[in-house]
């Protein structure tokens, strides 16, 4: 009997290879099948959900085609494969791995959707105005953060047979480890609530910040940075965080307001103040901007002299015009009559202390374009003409001396000297 059973089992054994090679090779046929189905089915969605997404008139599910979100459902066709030849072709090889291999890959493809739908999401947000107000990229980048570890916690959590809620109670002594690794993306979460709250910066704005060398416009307001590219084209990155810890000017209420500040100074020489004769002030009535001015003023000054009864034999004595004075009311006229020059806003000509460098005459007022070649074209017109108007009310611009200057003094001592 031994014998006999010992032969059937030799009988057999051809059979047994025959089975395991049959099965080797539905396995190849399961792997290439899986290979090539995913290629397919995203050349099928291209052709077919692209071509219905481009013909709708809505956009949103334009973006979502250029996300990726549609090709990415083509991941599932390999699961749908595999769980095909299981049930068909190696039912021997249908259990509890297979079933752990199924679930594994479908909480993969699953985190791959979110995480193209929210990037699409992103991009419509970022079409409309709010978006440059309320900036939200930093708060998507940190739930796809949040739904990466809960997907990778559900896989491991199959692949161990465990509760997710368990591993999660598991990993408590890892908190301190994960704050410290995560300590920058923490505070700038918190630094991005704060900006977004405080309304500190948007996209779009022009921001200066000079101790990081920052001066450009904001590009990106991310979770952990801040891009910025520099008046120069050059791309500055900081760290969100670094926002709240320095001081950041911001230039968005110059462009809401749509004018830019001028705020100069012309160093007139003290010693070149003075009254003016008859003869020239007669001559300054000459210019038609100061015109009116001029008979104003001298109208007031007679009044005022005669009223108080003045001794004019001393020029000291009551009111009198100034070169000073009327060249200030010069440039103010000159400003008003500027259309490049906005009348609402702050407008100002005035005396500032004098220093040891003359008088400062400033110039504050506000140009009515916010575009950087056109303001500086405006400004370099005004004082231009201020430089060259100045001589006239014979006024001098103090500066230091220079090599020319000590030049011509010492060739004056010279010819003292000679003489």
């Known amino acids: 009997m031994e014998q006999a059973w010992a032969e059937f089992l030799a009988w057999l054994e051809p059979l047994k290879d025959l089975m395991i090679w049959r099965a080797g090779v539905r396995t190849l046929i399961m792997l290439a099948a899986m290979a090539v189905s995913y290629p397919l089915v995203k050349r099928l969605i291209a052709r077919v959900i692209h071509g219905v997404v481009r013909r709708t008139r809505t956009d949103w599910d334009d973006v979502l085609a250029d996300k990726g979100f549609f090709s990415a459902l083509a991941l599932f066709a390999p699961v749908a494969v595999f769980d095909a030849f299981t049930d068909v072709l190696l039912p021997q090889y249908k259990g509890e791995w297979s079933r752990i291999i199924i679930s594994v890959y479908t909480t993969f493809v699953t985190v791959v959707l979110i995480d193209r739908f929210l990037d699409a999401a992103l991009a419509i947000y970022q079409k409309y105005p709010v978006s440059r107000r309320r900036p939200i990229k930093g708060y998507v980048q940190l739930f796809k953060i949040f739904i990466y570890i809960m997907g990778g916690l559900s896989a491991l959590a199959l692949l161990l047979d465990r509760s997710p809620w368990g591993l999660l109670s598991g990993i408590g002594a890892l908190t301190a480890v994960l704050m410290l690794v995560f300590k920058d ?88 103040v003075r009254f003016l004769t008859v003869e020239e002030i007669a001559k ?34 009551g009111r009198r015009m100034t070169n000073l004075g009327c060249f200030r009311a010069y440039v103010d006229a000159f400003l008003h009559d500027k259309p490049d020059i906005r009348s609402d806003l702050t407008f100002l000509v005035r005396q500032l202390q004098p220093t040891s460098k003359g008088i400062p ?31 006239h009310f014979h006024l001098r611009l103090f500066q230091d001396p220079a090599g020319a200057d000590l030049g011509d003094l010492t060739r004056c001592l010279g010819r003292g000297g000679n003489k």
Do not use: C
Not at 262 to 268: E, G, H, N, P
Not at 292 to 315: F, T
Not at 369 to 387: C, K, M, N, P, S
């Open 185 to 272: 993306t923490i505070l700038s979460f918190v630094a991005g609530m704060q900006i977004a709250s405080n309304d500190i910066m948007r996209v779009g704005d022009w921001v200066t910040m000079e101790e990081y060398g920052i001066n450009g416009e904001v590009e990106e307001i991310a979770l952990n940075i801040i891009k910025v590219r520099n008046f120069d084209k050059t791309l500055a990155s900081l760290p969100t965080h670094k926002v709240l810890e320095g001081a950041v000017q911001n230039w968005r209420g110059m462009q809401e307001t749509g004018g830019r500040r001028i705020m100069r100074s012309l160093l007139i020489d003290q010693s070149s």
């Open 284 to 317: 300054l009535e000459g210019i038609a901007l100061l015109k009116p001015y001029i008979q104003k003023r001298r109208r007031e000054i007679v009044e005022w002299n005669a009223w108080r009864g003045v001794d004019l034999s001393h020029p000291v004595n």
């Open 361 to 391: 005459l400033e110039v504050y007022v506000f140009t009515n374009t916010t575009v950087w070649a056109e303001y500086e074209r405006i400004q370099a017109d005004i004082f231009d003409h201020l430089l060259a108007a100045l001589p």
